[in-house]
């Protein structure tokens, strides 16, 4: 099995509260094809620290030895040296450039003939990896569909004067931003396989608790580590299993209609839905080892993937989750859990 190592982050294990946000990352980690994660929220509720958590509980991965790209050697006919590295975790500026997200063509190289033609950008470094833009409700909308359509098609494409440079760019996007300074355009927010809303957890005691493990963990940081893991290596262990068994498991036809009636009656646009809700459901069963779909893993994940769907209706009083909570209690109302 692989080792969680010495790290400096807070430990995933350790963070209370917050389980849709968990839930929804640890299913993208096992299927990156659910299409990554969008976190709106409060500000202060941990999405960074969640995140740079999940990094670090991840297992290393086996790179070519100083290779921008982060290639996979397996598979490759050439022999090359190789290395361990920490799984990607490439956090995007909010100022960031095309260019420094992309990667530019140095022109003078080219046309001397050289050979450093290309000068890596972020998407590069992300590779393999998860790339994490905070506040991305902010970026441009250029910028995001620059990293959406990478983060789609697994390829970043650089061209400048007729030049064109192609890489492999396949990473899990998250997003994170606070509702109050606005949302994604929806064409930009469909883009993404999941949704996960949090808030501030209003229990004083678990504020407390809070409060009190985050100073713990700042005055003895590798003690609190020790302390968590054996946690951290259970929880790295059930991601593994599951990212090798995804492929197994299976969701009966009557559960795939029935998701799709849902799509249908909460009218949403194209496939997208039905896709990314069955592809999470079958990821949760996997993370609880489980070779086929159960209709609790359907209700647990649903909403995570229908909610930012929906079409906005300013005059419409019902929350987005309570509404798809009541569609799926009626489509599924004659079927045992």
Same mark, same amino acid.
């Given at each position: ?161 007729? +030049? $064109?440079?192609?890489?492999?760019? @396949?990473?899990?996007? &998250?997003? %994170?931003?606070?509702?109050? #300074? !606005? ?67 299976? +969701? $009966?036809?009557?559960?795939?209609? @029935?998701?799709?009636? &849902?799509? %249908?009656?909460?009218?949403? #646009? !194209? ?67």
């Amino acid at each position: 099995m692989a080792t969680v190592k010495t790290i400096k982050n807070f430990p995933f294990a350790a963070i209370i509260g917050q389980d849709e946000m968990k839930l929804a990352l640890q299913l993208n980690v096992i299927d990156p094809k659910i299409g990554g994660v969008m976190i709106m929220g409060d500000r202060g509720t941990g999405k960074s620290t969640t995140i740079r958590a999940l990094a670090d509980l991840l297992p290393d991965i086996t790179v070519i030895k100083n290779d921008p790209f982060n290639t996979d050697p397996n598979g490759l006919d050439k022999k090359y040296e190789t290395e361990e590295i920490k799984i990607p975790m490439v956090e995007l500026p909010l100022g960031a450039t095309e260019d420094r997200v992309c990667g530019t063509i140095n022109l003078k190289e080219v046309l001397s003939g050289g050979k450093n033609t290309f000068e890596p950008g972020l998407l590069a470094r992300a590779n393999r990896g998860l790339l994490y833009v905070d506040e991305i409700n902010l970026l441009d909308d250029h910028l995001v569909d620059v990293l959406l359509d990478s983060a789609a098609s697994g390829w970043n494409t650089v061209e400048r004067e007729g +030049i $064109s440079i192609k890489h492999p760019a @396949k990473f899990i996007l &998250i997003g %994170s931003g606070n509702p109050e #300074e !606005g949302e994604l355009r929806p064409q930009l927010l469909d883009r993404f396989g999941m949704h996960a809303e949090i808030r501030t957890i209003s229990d004083p005691t678990l504020r407390v608790k809070i409060v009190e493990e985050r100073i713990s963990f700042d005055q003895a940081p590798q003690i609190w580590l020790d302390k968590y893991q054996n946690e951290q290596l259970e929880i790295q262990a059930r991601i593994i299993n599951a990212q090798n068994s995804l492929s197994k498991v299976t +969701i $009966s036809k009557e559960y795939q209609l @029935k998701i799709s009636q &849902i799509c %249908s009656l909460l009218q949403i #646009e !194209g496939l997208r839905g039905d896709i990314v809700s069955t592809r999470a459901a079958k990821a949760l069963a996997a993370f609880d080892s489980r070779k086929e779909v159960t209709l609790d893993d359907i209700k647990r994940t649903i909403s995570l993937c229908l909610r930012h769907r929906l079409r906005r209706d300013p005059m419409e009083s019902i929350n987005s989750g309570d509404k798809i909570d009541a569609i799926f209690n009626e489509i599924f109302s004659s079927t045992k859990i």
